[in-house]
């Protein structure tokens, strides 16, 4: 009975672990890791072409001296009509990082569509 009562703690104890474990490395994964900028430039450009506008990122700095607030900042362009640039900043909006739209403007482009232009933040580990 003993040994059972070992047993079943040892495995509810395993499981925690796992728990835990997944919960951390989902965690890990929500800040940009200044060593490895390409998988969110990826989803940005996979977002775009999911929603049919034309991105362009014009500048990509991490600042990574604050410790108090680790960020990337990232300046971008953004073509199309109307409902597709809202349907991409809706999808960077809830993105598995933790990012915010710092600036943003809305401007007819030379073509007749809009063009947005923002900044996205992201926290950096």
């Known amino acids: 009975a003993n040994l ?3 047993d079943a703690a040892v495995w509810t104890a395993n499981q925690d672990v796992e728990q835990r474990s997944a919960d951390l490395l989902q965690l890990h994964h929500a800040f940009l890791n200044p060593k490895e900028v390409i ?3 990826t989803l940005l450009e996979s977002t775009a072409r999911q929603h049919q506008v ?3 990122i014009e500048s990509a700095s991490i600042n990574t001296e604050a410790k108090d607030r680790r960020q990337g900042v990232f300046d971008m362009t953004v073509t199309g009509p109307f409902a597709s640039i809202a349907a991409f900043l809706t999808h960077i909006e809830h993105v598995p990082y933790f990012t915010d739209i710092t600036r943003f403007s809305l401007a007819n482009s030379p073509n007749n569509q809009l063009q947005a ?4 933040s992201v926290l950096a580990l």
């Open 4 to 6: 059972e009562k070992k």
């Open 39 to 41: 998988p969110f430039v």
């Open 54 to 56: 034309s991105l362009s």
């Open 117 to 120: 232009e923002l900044q996205v």
